[in-house]
């Protein structure tokens, strides 16, 4: 589905509406546009069968304006340049958008790492970060897992940084085993943040979510887990797919049964008493809220002129594409952009690095309800920002509010000289 879209030139698309709806100077958008920095590295790594393989890496660094470099590490075989600065760019304003001290920074590494055995990707994750040594560490730039990297390889990333530094430095890599510096609840956070800003959703929509209807497009761990969560909440899921198949059924199904069913099974798809559905139909269905939670670009503008939620909240980076966030919007669907239900991830993991800087743990208890505060405030002042203006959607307010953090930040520090004034009385401008 359009999987032929520039992530990079919709990012830089994305910026050039905020930076003109809220009348900045054109210096903004030209800082804003590209990432400052931006490192490919050779990465050699022995083989189980002695021979030598070489990977290609990448680090992406946007903006540092706020505070550290923040964003996390991929392993796919499909990663790309263009794709990690865009990357980069999100992580920026995903960041700014609920208000942390964070820029925005991004790695990958183009590699399967499914071929690859345990002990290969241990060295392919100790020889990443050697290549990356000089420009990350707890004060200036802080990976974390993404697409097929887990605490595990956070874990060897870090010993591995430690070993260079002399010194042990839990904070330069968040996303790690508890046991070495993890955060409780980070590995619900993301999907625990997209069911709080659902809520919030709804209660602006006036319904609740006690029998509201929800179909989740992916049933990995952030579509899995939101699932729990709003099915706790009193929600119907009626209908989940994942890379194998799909499962639907209009009474709803019980999500932890259902994560059973895959864990023995692959799929959810023949979870008993429910239907085949596909993708497609999944997208398109009668359902309150629609979970985007798997991969960009699926919410073209042909999909989003079927879609019948009332609420649309990307757990996913980039499932909807520009044409469909136009469709979505002329029909009033209430989209939650992904920059802003998807933050709840580094919002822990900015936890787990305050911790780590602190040498004190908290509970679980004590994460999830700053993690709430967050995400609500959040929430709020997004939806006050789409207030303010005429045609300004919920994504067009979430770019709006954390450009506006970002070019604050680099006023303050100068780095837009004589243009500060005119930053400092931004207004809303016209559509």
Same mark, same amino acid.
């Given at each position: 589905?359009?999987?032929?879209?520039?992530?990079?030139?919709?990012?830089?698309?994305?910026?050039?509406?905020?930076?003109?709806?809220?009348?900045?100077?054109?210096?903004?958008?030209?800082?804003?546009?590209?990432?400052?920095?931006?490192?490919?590295?050779?990465?050699?790594?022995?083989?189980?069968?002695?021979?030598?393989?070489?990977?290609?890496?990448?680090?992406?660094?946007?903006?540092?304006?706020?505070?550290?470099?923040?964003?996390?590490?991929?392993?796919?075989?499909?990663?790309?340049?263009?794709?990690?600065?865009?990357?980069?760019?999100?992580?920026?304003?995903?960041?700014?958008?609920?208000?942390?001290?964070?820029?925005?920074?991004?790695?990958?590494?183009?590699?399967?790492?499914?071929?690859?055995?345990?002990?290969?990707?241990?060295?392919?994750?100790?020889?990443?970060?050697?290549?990356? @040594? $000089?420009?990350?560490?707890? =004060?200036? *730039? #802080?990976?974390? /897992?993404?697409?097929?990297? &887990?605490?595990?390889?956070?874990?060897?990333?870090?010993?591995?940084?430690?070993?260079?530094?002399?010194?042990?430095?839990?904070?330069?890599?968040?996303?790690?085993?508890?046991?070495?510096?993890?955060?409780?609840?980070?590995?619900?956070?993301?999907?625990?943040?997209?069911?709080?800003?659902?809520?919030?959703?709804?209660?602006?929509?006036?319904?609740?979510?006690?029998?509201?209807?929800?179909?989740?497009?992916?049933?990995?761990?952030?579509?899995?887990?939101?699932?729990?969560?709003?099915?706790?909440?009193?929600?119907?899921?009626?209908?989940?797919?994942?890379?194998?198949?799909?499962?639907?059924?209009?009474?709803?199904?019980?999500?932890?049964?259902?994560?059973?069913?895959?864990?023995?099974?692959?799929?959810?798809?023949?979870?008993?008493?429910?239907?085949?559905?596909?993708? @497609? $139909?999944?997208?398109?269905? =009668?359902? *309150? #809220?629609?979970? /985007?939670?798997?991969?960009? &670009?699926?919410?073209?503008?042909?999909?989003?002129?079927?879609?019948?939620?009332?609420?649309?909240?990307?757990?996913?980076?980039?499932?909807?594409?520009?044409?469909?966030?136009?469709?979505?919007?002329?029909?009033?669907?209430?989209?939650?952009?992904?920059?802003?239900?998807?933050?709840?991830?580094?919002?822990?993991?900015?936890?787990?690095?305050?911790?780590?800087?602190?040498?004190?743990?908290?509970?679980?208890?004590?994460?999830?309800?700053?993690?709430?505060?967050?995400?609500?405030?959040?929430?709020?002042?997004?939806?006050?920002?789409?207030?303010?203006?005429?045609?300004?959607?919920?994504?067009?307010?979430?770019?709006?509010?954390?450009?506006?953090?970002?070019?604050?930040?680099?006023?303050?520090?100068?780095?837009?000289?004589?243009?500060?004034?005119?930053?400092?009385?931004?207004?809303?401008?016209?559509?």
């Amino acid at each position: 589905m359009a999987s032929n879209l520039n992530p990079f030139e919709n990012a830089q698309q994305e910026i050039k509406r905020a930076v003109t709806r809220l009348g900045m100077h054109p210096a903004v958008y030209e800082i804003l546009k590209q990432p400052m920095k931006v490192l490919t590295v050779v990465i050699p790594v022995q083989m189980d069968d002695g021979s030598i393989k070489v990977f290609t890496g990448y680090r992406a660094q946007h903006n540092n304006a706020p505070g550290p470099y923040k964003g996390g590490i991929r392993f796919h075989p499909d990663v790309t340049l263009d794709e990690v600065k865009a990357l980069a760019m999100w992580m920026t304003f995903k960041c700014g958008v609920v208000g942390l001290p964070y820029g925005g920074g991004k790695g990958g590494v183009a590699c399967n790492p499914k071929e690859l055995s345990r002990g290969e990707l241990e060295r392919l994750s100790r020889g990443y970060i050697r290549a990356v @040594a $000089e420009v990350v560490g707890a =004060e200036k *730039d #802080i990976p974390a /897992p993404d697409v097929y990297t &887990n605490p595990q390889i956070m874990a060897w990333m870090m010993d591995e940084f430690s070993q260079l530094k002399g010194y042990n430095e839990f904070g330069v890599i968040t996303g790690k085993p508890l046991v070495v510096g993890g955060s409780a609840g980070r590995n619900e956070a993301t999907a625990r943040g997209c069911s709080i800003v659902v809520r919030e959703a709804a209660k602006t929509l006036g319904f609740s979510l006690k029998g509201a209807t929800v179909a989740v497009q992916g049933f990995g761990n952030a579509g899995s887990i939101v699932a729990r969560l709003l099915h706790a909440e009193g929600c119907r899921i009626v209908a989940v797919v994942d890379s194998t198949g799909g499962a639907y059924n209009p009474a709803g199904m019980d999500p932890g049964r259902l994560s059973e069913h895959k864990v023995k099974t692959g799929s959810v798809k023949g979870y008993p008493g429910t239907k085949s559905v596909s993708s @497609a $139909e999944l997208l398109t269905m =009668e359902c *309150d #809220i629609l979970v /985007p939670a798997a991969l960009e &670009n699926q919410i073209t503008a042909s999909v989003a002129s079927q879609v019948k939620a009332k609420i649309v909240a990307e757990a996913a980076n980039g499932p909807t594409t520009p044409d469909g966030d136009r469709v979505l919007t002329q029909q009033g669907v209430f989209l939650i952009p992904d920059i802003l239900a998807s933050a709840g991830g580094v919002t822990v993991s900015y936890f787990e690095w305050v911790q780590n800087n602190m040498g004190y743990y908290w509970t679980e208890q004590e994460v999830n309800e700053r993690l709430e505060a967050i995400m609500v405030k959040g929430f709020q002042e997004v939806l006050t920002m789409k207030k303010l203006g005429k045609d300004i959607d919920m994504r067009l307010a979430a770019y709006m509010v954390a450009v506006k953090r970002v070019a604050d930040a680099m006023a303050v520090r100068g780095w837009l000289g004589n243009t500060t004034s005119q930053v400092a009385k931004m207004e809303v401008k016209p559509a």
